[in-house]
């Protein structure tokens, strides 16, 4: 059965802190795994990874597919107030279907 | 462009009753899907459709047609609503490249008594 796991599936940090955010996958045919931050309305794209080792960076986000441990992570330094969201990761595969994972909820105190 | 637009946001219909919930796009992309979420479940593909004329079923499909005249749209019916059906619903779409992100619609929220 094709399925994706984040944890933690919650976390609480400090402003300025620096987070870290892990995905595992057993999907089978991949094709690629993305990241979205979703807000209280529909996800929004972060990073499509599929080659293994090659970091994606966005500002204080970034983002690095392990093929071999079929994992990622998504990392965010200097947390800010307005990076608090439900972080979710998904698994393209070549017979078009996307797998979600259940997301990490994550939530920045001032 | 409009990105990906969903009609109704908010439904309650009662258990039995039939729907259709919208989902339209204006980025000729050939790729549209239909996820639910639910809490502690993430986002669970119901179908897809690779272009006009073509769909296919997801991980939960039971209770849910679809079909896909156009490009443009990809509406999702629900046949005989069930309470187990009450869910957030967003519909998503994307080019078929496979080097494309999805695009989300804004959600319908819906709730079966």
């Known amino acids: 059965e094709d399925k994706v796991v984040q944890s933690p599936l919650s976390l609480v940090v400090h402003e300025g802190d620096t987070v870290t955010l892990n995905c595992s996958y057993e999907v089978t045919n991949f094709r690629s795994l993305l990241w979205y931050k979703q807000e209280k309305k529909a996800p929004t794209f972060l990073f499509m990874l599929t080659s293994s080792g090659i970091e994606k960076k966005s500002g204080r986000l970034s983002s690095i597919l392990d093929k071999k441990e079929l994992s990622s992570i998504l990392n965010i330094t200097a947390t800010q107030t307005g990076d608090s969201a439900i972080y979710l990761c998904a698994v393209h595969n070549t017979g078009n279907q996307f797998y979600f994972g259940t997301g990490t909820s994550l939530t920045v105190i001032p | 462009n409009a990105g990906v637009t969903q009609t109704p946001k908010f439904q309650v219909l009662k258990t039995g009753q039939s729907m259709t919930l919208q989902c339209a796009q204006d980025?000729?992309?050939?790729?549209m899907s239909w996820y639910r979420q639910d809490p502690g479940m993430g986002l669970r593909l119901i179908h897809y459709?690779?272009?006009?004329?073509?769909?296919d079923q997801g991980e939960v499909p039971n209770g849910y047609n679809v079909s896909r005249s156009t490009t443009e749209d990809f509406p999702l019916r629900l046949l005989s609503a069930a309470p187990s059906q009450t869910s957030v619903y967003f519909c998503?779409?994307?080019?078929?490249?496979?080097?494309?992100?999805?695009?989300f619609g804004p959600g319908t929220r819906l709730l079966v008594l």
């Open positions: 998503a779409s994307s080019y078929q490249t496979g080097q494309e992100t999805q695009y």
């Open positions: 459709s690779v272009g006009a004329g073509i769909t």
């Open positions: 980025m000729n992309h050939e790729y």
